[in-house]
Nanobody, 125 residues
Framework: QVQLLESGGGLVQAGGSLRLSCEVS????????LAWFRQAPGKEREFVAA????????WYEGPGKGRFTISRDSAKNTAYLQMNSLEPEDTAVYYC??????????????????WGQGTQVTVSS
C-alpha cells in the first residue's frame, strides 16, 4: 500500500507562485510513477505532470507546461510541484497519485491506484 499526503495549497494572486508537496508513505518507492492531477469544479480530472521516482525523468501536459516543475526528493520521500506565473484558470484541487512502474507514463486517472486527499489551490485575479 502507498499513502500520499499533499500540502502547500492556498490562495495566491495571479502571477504568484506556490509549491505543493506530496509525502509518500512507502519507503520502497523506487521506480514507481508519481503524478500530479488537478480538477476544477465541473471539469474532469486532468494530468498535470509526472516523475519517475528512480531517475527523476519528468513529463508535462496541459496549461502548466512551461510554468510548472515536478521534482522529487528521495531522501525525504516527497515529491513537489512548483507552480509559477499562476493564473485564475489554475484554480483547482490538486492531487498527487502513484502507480507501479510502467514503460510509458500513464496519463489517465484510471491508471493510478493510489491517491492523496487533494489540496485546494485558488488563484485570484
Amino acid at each position: 500500500q502507498v499513502q500520499l499526503l499533499e500540502s502547500g495549497g492556498g490562495l495566491v494572486q495571479a502571477g504568484g507562485s506556490l509549491r505543493l508537496s506530496c509525502e509518500v508513505s512507502r519507503r520502497t518507492f523506487t521506480d514507481d510513477i508519481l503524478a500530479w492531477f488537478r480538477q476544477a469544479p465541473g471539469k474532469e480530472r486532468e494530468f498535470v505532470a509526472a516523475v519517475r521516482w528512480s531517475g527523476g525523468d519528468a513529463w508535462y501536459e496541459g496549461p502548466g507546461k512551461g510554468r510548472f516543475t515536478i521534482s522529487r526528493d528521495s531522501a525525504k520521500n516527497t515529491a513537489y510541484l512548483q507552480m509559477n506565473s499562476l493564473e485564475p484558470e489554475d484554480t483547482a484541487v490538486y492531487y498527487c497519485a502513484a502507480s507501479s512502474p510502467t514503460d510509458t507514463i500513464p496519463r489517465s486517472p484510471r491508471q493510478y491506484p493510489y491517491w492523496g486527499q487533494g489540496t485546494q489551490v485558488t488563484v485570484s485575479s
